[in-house]
């Protein structure tokens, strides 16, 4: 049976069951228009004319977190967290050319054949180690976002290089094994910020679990009325991410009085070399509402594909998260109440994807 744009059966097999994705239809035939199940209403989509570019430095060195400008970089560091929720390292002891062997492998990945990315799709291989699939439910949107992705989520070294596909895996636990100090470094020097001490052992249980995306944006014929990916914050503590040098990753300027029609965005523009951080909501929690977990948002693009690879660093499921007592004392309130990470999940995936309205339950 021929593919047919109209007909949500044959759509959904095509890019979800057959596992041919967004880049499967973009290569059908020569897509020239979106399918009506990727228009996104006007509400949520995104205009680039709209977003200002950064009017702070949002790239830290962190190469001088051990020196003697610590307090400095802290300081840096906590002003990000407070204000944008996101910014930027470099000098952070990931090696350049891991970080272009990750670009690399992310598309050697996805210019695979269906049939083979197929084999990760959670009906057939039934492996929680790994996920391949396209928007972030499709089974439950009525809206697709217009990407693809891979998850491989970490456990241990061994488990990893059992589960993972042979063409990244050894590239992708490089990059964790690499980047797992860097993260500590900068959660301890962001919770030592708010006066709160915590050792190698207490921060663990709050970075205890990750995962990684390799996203594939495929090119899109029509641009304006798409999304990447929707508005959202990250629900974990800390999150590393890799972008490459097309762009498109915006982030809300966060601000009381802004109304949804009267939202500000600014550009986290590609840097060479740089990783790109964000607060997660957990990190929100745990700080009592000091630091932000920002909304942002992926546009797509008529001129060429995109890829990016995050690193969700986040709480071991039994974890407790809540407001540092330490903090609940000097403000006078906690804003958040204590509950564990797989409740906060839980409750996560029973909302449809978008925005910060996990936060809602959690808030006092």
């Known amino acids: 049976m021929a593919l047919s744009f109209n007909d949500e059966n044959s759509l959904f097999n095509f890019v979800v069951k057959e596992g041919n994705g967004v880049k499967g239809l973009?290569?059908?035939?020569g897509l020239t228009e979106v399918p009506p199940r990727f228009i996104?209403?006007?509400?949520?989509?995104?205009?680039?004319?709209?977003?200002?570019?950064?009017?702070?430095?949002?790239?830290?060195?962190?190469s001088e977190l051990d020196g003697p400008n610590h307090d400095q970089v802290v300081k840096a560091l906590a002003h990000a967290a407070e204000t944008l929720g996101f910014f930027q390292v470099v000098n952070h002891g990931v090696p350049l050319e891991l970080l272009d062997s990750l670009k690399t492998a992310t598309h050697q990945f996805f210019?695979?054949?269906a049939e083979k990315k197929a084999t990760y799709l959670k009906e057939v291989s039934n492996n929680p180690m790994v996920m391949y699939s396209t928007s972030f439910v499709p089974e439950k949107e009525k809206i697709w976002m217009w990407r693809d992705f891979f998850k491989m989520t970490y456990t241990n070294d061994a488990d990893a290089l059992e589960f993972w596909p042979?063409?990244?895996?050894?590239?992708?636990?490089?990059?964790?094994?690499?980047?797992?100090?860097?993260?500590?470094?900068?959660?301890?020097?962001l919770i030592e910020n708010l006066g709160v001490k915590l050792n190698d052992s207490g921060l663990d249980p709050f970075i205890g679990s990750k995962s990684v995306h390799m996203i594939f944006y495929p090119k899109c014929p029509n641009p304006e009325l798409t999304i990447g990916v929707k508005k959202h914050s990250d629900m974990g503590t800390?999150?590393?991410?890799?972008?490459?040098d097309i762009g498109g990753l915006y982030v809300k300027k966060a601000g009381e009085n802004v109304s949804s029609g009267n939202e500000e965005w600014v550009e986290v523009p590609p840097t060479p070399g740089a990783l790109v951080i964000n607060v997660g909501d957990v990190l929100q929690i745990l700080s009592n509402g000091k630091y932000k977990s920002a909304e942002h948002i992926v546009r797509t693009t008529s001129t060429a594909s995109r890829v990016s690879i995050p690193i969700f660093n986040a709480p071991v499921p039994v974890a407790k998260i809540g407001p540092f007592p330490e903090l609940v004392a000097r403000d006078g309130v906690a804003r958040y109440k204590e509950v564990t990470y797989k409740e906060y999940t839980n409750n996560i995936m029973q909302k449809p994807h978008g925005g910060k309205m996990a936060l809602e339950f959690a808030s006092v």
């Open 26 to 29: 973009v290569e059908y035939s």
């Open 40 to 62: 996104q209403p006007p509400n949520e989509r995104f205009d680039k004319q709209q977003a200002a570019p950064s009017s702070e430095n949002m790239i830290i060195d962190l």
């Open 111 to 113: 210019d695979q054949p």
């Open 166 to 189: 042979n063409e990244c895996k050894e590239v992708v636990l490089e990059y964790i094994k690499t980047s797992t100090e860097m993260v500590k470094k900068l959660l301890q020097a």
């Open 238 to 244: 800390l999150t590393m991410l890799l972008q490459d």
